[in-house]
């Protein structure tokens, strides 16, 4: 393992330089790290090389390089196939590629069975984002709080960092929860585009409206959050989902002249009246919550 003096910045491997993991290492780079550096299609970690990288043969080589070792892979079986064979004993493992809490959980397991300390990390940001302060992109860490206390420098250096706890699972759990309320919201977006695309309406005049909007519906999440710890749906509602659901015909008649498909709504309006039919029509959308978890042995 390299030997890093005091104060200086400490060395590092990286495997994976595909869009996001060539970002990093710039990151790394830019900020006077040593990086050593490996990808399963040679030829594109070559560019690295230029700015300063150490170019591995294999990713055995490359974990052996340094004690910190962070994988920014496609997928968790594409970190199988990286790692197979390589010495972990005594290595921290930060693993970037995007997953599920459940590969999480199991990498960390996976990680500590080979003698190396693991912190699971989902990443905020898209990679024009990497190494700019200002874009707001940070990354999810979870897993071994010692680890994390040690690099964390380090790890800040492409991005804020944002340590969530000793559950391997949780970097995973935050990052799919914000992406899913992210594809929520572009659902919305897509069906409110697609309502006045065939109207005199300029999308450029109408996308300020929709955004300030949206901006305006955002506080609501905390009103959820106090709802669900104190496990009072009604507490606070303005709109209660009896006229939530009564107002919904509107939305889907507009639809229907409009000629739009209601496909990317009636999933959700089906829950709301189901809460309803329940008798939780005094309640906000927060109960519908409870629909969504499955019992034990039904599939989704």
Not at 57 to 74: D, I, M, Q, S
Not at 170 to 181: E, G, I, K, R, Y
Not at 250 to 260: M, S
């Amino acid at each position: 393992m390299t030997d890093n003096p005091v104060d200086s910045p400490a060395p590092l491997t990286l495997l994976g330089t595909g869009a996001m993991g060539t970002a990093l290492a710039r990151a790394w780079l830019d900020a006077g790290h040593e990086a050593t550096v490996w990808n399963r299609t040679p030829a594109r970690a070559e560019a690295l090389a230029a700015e300063g990288a150490t170019v591995a043969r294999t990713a055995a080589e490359a974990v052996a390089a340094n004690r910190l070792v962070v994988v920014c892979l496609l997928d968790d079986a594409s970190v199988d196939a990286a790692l197979d064979g390589a010495d972990l004993a005594g290595r921290d493992l930060v693993n970037l590629t995007t997953g599920s809490p459940a590969e999480g959980r199991g990498r960390a397991s996976w990680a500590a069975a080979r003698g190396a300390r693991f912190l699971d990390g989902g990443i905020m940001a898209v990679p024009p984002m990497i190494g700019a302060p200002e874009s707001g992109g940070y990354v999810f860490y979870s897993g071994s709080p010692e680890l994390f206390a040690e690099h964390r420098d380090t790890l800040a250096v492409p991005a804020r960092t944002r340590y969530i706890g000793a559950d391997a699972g949780f970097a995973a759990l935050h990052d799919v929860a914000l992406l899913s309320a992210m594809t929520g919201m572009f659902a919305g977006i897509t069906h409110a585009f697609a309502l006045i695309r065939r109207e005199d309406v300029a999308p450029k005049e109408f996308a300020p409206l929709l955004a300030e909007w949206l901006t305006a519906m955002a506080p609501a999440v905390h009103q959820t959050a106090e709802q669900l710890e104190t496990g009072d749906y009604t507490r606070n509602v303005v709109s209660n989902l009896a006229m939530q659901v009564a107002g919904n015909a509107t939305l889907l008649r507009t639809a229907e002249e409009q000629r739009v498909s209601p496909e990317l709504l009636t999933p959700y309006m089906k829950l709301m009246e189901r809460r309803l039919a329940q008798g939780h029509g005094e309640e906000d959308g927060t109960g519908i919550i409870e629909l969504l978890g499955l019992r034990p042995g039904v599939s989704a």
